[in-house]
T-cell receptor, first 110, second 114 residues
């Protein structure tokens, strides 16, 4: 069975500082990993994905994620956080149907 | 990018009535769509896979007779919550995948059963 875990319910970071939102996964075989962001009253938006290739994946809005097979992690990162990045972030695994993590609320303070 | 719409965005219904939620892919065809349910401050839980021209595939624990799914065309899937009860109140979200394994999500439908 496939699963993802997001150990942090909330991450707080000051604007301009780097941010990391953690995700670990459990899959048999090669993982298809995704990050999505959900803003209030809006649908989920795709940020980035890892299927194969470079372990460092670059996505939308300056976000990137690093696939680490030995640690079974796929942490989301951004070098310099913006207040507008404040939202709910979901890690997910799957090919067609997705299994989502529990979500991490990112709060960026000015 | 691709757009998925949902209608209605919000609906309030009385206990015992049925509610239909529509999910449309506006600029692409989707042979498969997915229905999720999201409780407050919780993650999305996959309910079922909607297959164009065939029966939906339900996840374990989801009552197929309660949550009726119809995928009558390549751009439309509907979820009907039958005999709704207050515990069915939730945020329902649909999605459709493209060939690059990227999912496009609808904006969601907030169902409140009184």
């Amino acid at each position: 069975a496939q699963s993802v875990a997001q150990p942090e319910d909330q991450v707080n970071v000051a604007e301009g500082n780097p941010l990391t939102v953690k995700c670990t996964y459990s899959v048999s075989g090669n993982p298809y990993l995704f990050w999505y962001v959900q803003y209030p009253n809006r649908g989920l938006q795709f940020l980035l994905k890892y299927i194969t290739g470079d372990n460092l994946v670059k996505g939308s809005y300056g976000f990137e994620a690093e696939f680490n097979k030995s640690q079974t992690s796929f942490h989301l990162k951004k070098p310099s956080a913006l207040v507008s990045d404040s939202a709910l972030y979901f890690c997910a695994v799957g090919t067609d149907k997705l299994i989502f993590g529990t979500g991490t609320r990112l709060q960026v303070f000015p | 990018g691709a757009v998925v719409s949902q209608h209605p965005s919000r609906v309030i219904c009385k206990s015992g009535t049925s509610v239909k939620i529509e999910c449309r892919s506006l600029d692409f065809q989707a042979t498969t769509m997915f229905w999720y349910r999201q409780f407050p401050k919780q993650s999305l839980m996959l309910m079922a896979t909607s297959n164009e021209g065939s029966k939906a595939t339900y996840e374990q624990g989801v009552e197929k007779d309660k949550f009726l799914i119809n995928h009558a065309s390549l751009t439309l899937s509907t979820l009907t919550v039958t005999s709704a009860h207050p515990e069915d109140s939730s945020f329902y979200i649909c999605s459709a995948p493209d060939k690059r394994f990227e999912q496009y999500f609808g904006p969601g439908t907030r169902l409140t059963v009184t």
